[in-house]
């Protein structure tokens, strides 16, 4: 049986989602109805953070607005 190697930087993603869920938790920082507008400069960083945001708030049992906005400095 052959099985395959996990994506490359699969466990940071999967860290990186338990800590922030971690936080999300501990803080409560989500409640429903919450609107989040999230600036993004259009670095890594930036996209990183969306989509952190947007995996976390897909598990979330509740409705949240997630609106992206490009900051353009």
């Known amino acids: 049986m052959v ?34 507008l999230c600036a993004l400069s259009g670095g890594k960083d930036s996209y990183g953070m969306i989509w952190l945001l947007r995996e976390r708030l897909r598990a979330a049992p509740f409705d949240v607005t997630l609106v992206a906005v490009n900051l353009d400095q």
């Open 3 to 36: 099985t395959s190697a996990p994506r490359p930087g699969y466990r940071h993603a999967r860290h990186l989602k338990d800590e922030v869920a971690r936080a999300s938790k501990d803080f409560e920082l989500l409640a429903p109805g919450d609107r989040i």
